[in-house]
């Protein structure tokens, strides 16, 4: 019997029209998932008293474990709709009642962090965007930005040096030392602190934990832009999800983190980070892959363990295609998602004040589109907040 062309055609059509095809493929090496995955090996005792007073009684654990104003876990997964924006939108900006009337100094403000590998592409206005997004949206106040380099010209360079002039308290450049981060740690003098690959994820994965460790505060990555204050959330240790699909193997992201300083949870990731395999160049072995190693071995010594934000706080483009972000680098359509609008005051434009960050992963070379979403509904608003 034959079938036409048009009848196969038809038949797929009517397939796709009345059905949800989800569809994802990952391919894991049974040893590495034997050997790195299901083995839970036991605390390294960082939680102790002992070894807290011995970091310098810098973490304060019964802060750190009090009952928090807000909350950020689900509880569920939020792939439907719009429900993990929503959620978002359930944590309230921070009262201007509690900015500070006048500076703080720098040992009593929230450090937030950041890093640019300079031998990788030249800094440029896609690089900038992430300084002006902090610029706009975090309590200057009270917050310093730190951006971390191995540059040795990059606080001169013309896109960074005026920042350093208009906003002296609020923002440093520095010099990536390793060796002088890691004192006092499981990795001090390893020879993996000089780890790194050709797209600084190894490196970069390391230098947070480490940064982090020693300062305590906020870590996002340079491929990205801040859209809110993101002191509510501050009062919890966070990492981030992945993507809405929780991976099995590698749920959380290290794009956007808060530990306090000298964090037990630091203190742990770098034991399993001196007792593990190096890591694999281009891996997030020191990432994704070490955050959930953590997390399985906290629950199983029945010890609270950090929070990990729902993927939309940051990573609103990896979702399904009817509620992820729109492209940041494609001109806009007429909507996005199941119709939703783009213009200012719509639908996305009230998305991105509930949400804290927009994770771009990399993707440098690519422009942002002259009046596409990102340039009307968060560019032009950084520069406005600059004037």
């Known amino acids: ?3 036409s062309a048009g009848a196969v055609l038809f038949a797929l059509l009517w397939f796709l029209y009345s059905w949800e095809v989800h569809i994802e493929i990952m391919f894991y090496a049974r040893s590495w998932v034997r050997q790195e995955v299901l083995p839970i090996e036991p605390l390294a005792g960082c939680f102790s008293e002992e070894r807290i007073r011995a970091d310098g009684s810098l973490y304060n654990l019964t802060k750190a474990r009090a009952p928090k104003q807000y909350e950020v876990h689900a509880g569920v997964d939020m792939r439907l709709g719009m429900d993990c924006y929503d959620f978002a939108g359930t944590i309230p900006p921070p009262h201007v009642a509690s900015r500070p009337s006048s500076p703080l100094p720098a040992a009593q403000r929230t450090n ?7 031998d990788l592409i030249p800094f440029s206005e896609r690089q900038e965007w992430m300084l002006k997004s902090f610029f706009a949206t975090q309590d200057l106040m009270s917050s310093r930005l730190i951006l971390w380099t191995n540059g040795l010209n990059l606080a001169s360079h013309p896109r960074v040096a005026g920042y350093l002039r208009m906003h002296s308290g609020a923002f440093e450049v520095r010099l990536v030392d390793v060796v002088g981060l890691a004192k006092g740690t499981p990795l001090e003098d390893s020879p993996r602190l000089h780890s790194s690959d050709s797209k600084a994820w190894v490196d970069g994965d390391l230098l ?3 940064v982090i460790w020693v300062h305590g505060g906020v870590w996002v990555d340079m491929d990205s832009l801040l859209t809110r204050d993101l002191k509510p959330l501050l009062e919890h240790e966070f990492v981030s999800e992945w993507d809405c699909y929780n991976k099995i193997y590698q749920p959380m992201n290290g794009a956007l983190m808060h530990f ?3 964090s037990p949870y630091l203190c742990e990731a770098f034991h399993i980070m001196e007792s593990s395999p190096p890591p694999r160049p281009g891996s997030t072995d020191w990432g994704s ?3 959930y190693k953590l997390w399985r071995r906290l629950i199983a010594s029945s010890v609270p ?3 990990v934000l729902p993927y ?3 990573e609103g483009r990896s979702c399904r295609m009817d509620n992820r972000l729109p492209n940041p680098f494609t001109k806009d359509g007429r909507t996005w998602g199941k ?4 213009q200012e005051g719509g639908d996305l434009d009230k998305v991105l004040q509930k949400i804290f960050v927009v994770h771009l992963h990399n993707q440098w070379e690519k422009p942002f589109p002259k009046n596409g979403w990102v340039d009307r509904l968060l560019l032009r608003r950084y520069s406005a907040a600059q004037r």
């Open 289 to 291: 892959h070490l955050y």
């Open 260 to 262: 306090f300083q000298k």
């Open 339 to 342: 119709g939703h609008s783009l």
């Open 208 to 210: 947070r934990l480490l």
């Open 112 to 118: 937030f962090h950041t890093y640019w590998r300079a």
């Open 1 to 3: 019997m034959k079938v």
């Open 305 to 307: 363990p950090f929070k």
């Open 312 to 314: 939309c706080f940051a």
